[in-house]
């Protein structure tokens, strides 16, 4: 469904992703950690077309991305590529001034064309799922880290997205918020969602993912189901994050 071949991102001079390799399969979890800076987030970013990069390419399905497009070509296949992928960010980045509600049915009404009713339709369908229905006319500022995450979520479902990809979903959550949000994710994994997940959150990727990728510097330096990352680890950075990991 995702295939990533030979990703080069530059930041100004830090060269960030250097030659990254990785395919994710539809129905996969795949879990990307790393130690901080690793590039986790950048990759993520470059996957549904939020940054540029200068090297390889990423390929979504029959959609492309290519490596120093035209402006006016990336902003196309960008539009393009985030239509089939959802996204989550640490910081749930809702619409302040609009309810619940209102930021759930955005996107599918302006985006898709959806008639409102069907809309709400499916915002309340979605809400019900996270455990939010219960809260339709709240604004933002009214709800908890961990409700405002699972309305984040909602909202990125209601687009119908062939892949979710969550950017640390968890870090900015107290332990009882993120159970709140994991258990949300988990559920979306059981029912086969395509997901990748950025995550210091080991438990999760250990019992959810199917597949792990360690980066370091840049680099997917090991990848593999979780059992054998987190139990056998091959690579020397991947044992010392791990035990880093276990000691914080
Ligand atoms: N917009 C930017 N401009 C310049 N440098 C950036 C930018 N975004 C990220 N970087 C740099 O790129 C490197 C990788 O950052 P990135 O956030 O992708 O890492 P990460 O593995 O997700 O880390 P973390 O787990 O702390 O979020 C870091 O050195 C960071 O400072």
């Known amino acids: 469904m995702i295939e990533v071949e030979g990703l080069v991102k530059w930041h100004g001079p830090i060269e960030v992703l250097r030659g990254v390799d990785l395919s ?5 979890v ?3 950690i790393g130690p901080s800076g690793g590039g986790k987030s950048t990759f993520l970013r470059c996957l549904n077309g939020l940054e540029v990069f200068q090297g390889g390419c990423v390929t979504v399905g029959d959609l492309r991305l290519e490596a120093n497009p035209r402006p006016a070509d990336h902003a196309k ?3 393009l590529v985030r239509l089939r992928m959802g996204m989550v960010f640490q910081s749930f980045n809702l619409f302040a001034h609009q309810t619940v509600l209102a930021n759930v049915i955005e996107a599918p009404v302006h985006v898709l064309g959806l008639c409102r009713d069907q809309a709400v339709e499916r915002a309340r369908a979605l809400l019900d799922r996270v455990g939010m229905l219960g809260r339709l006319d709240a604004y933002p500022r009214q709800l908890s880290g961990g409700q405002q995450q699972r309305v984040a979520i909602a909202r990125a479902l209601a687009m119908e997205p062939q892949v979710m990809l969550f950017d640390e979903p968890t870090s900015a959550l107290d332990p009882r918020m993120t159970a709140e949000v994991l258990s949300v994710m988990t559920d979306l994994a059981r029912e086969g969602q395509t997901m990748v997940v950025v995550t210091h959150a080991m438990p999760f990727a250990r019992k959810v993912a199917h597949v792990v990728h360690v980066f370091g510097e840049g680099r997917v330096i090991e990848s593999g189901p979780p059992e054998r990352i987190f139990d056998d680890p091959v690579q020397e ?3 010392t994050l791990l035990s880093e990991v276990a000691a914080a």
């Open 30 to 32: 795949a879990a990307l």
């Open 24 to 28: 994710v399969q539809k129905g996969e």
């Open 237 to 239: 950075a991947t044992r």
């Open 77 to 79: 296949a960008a539009r």
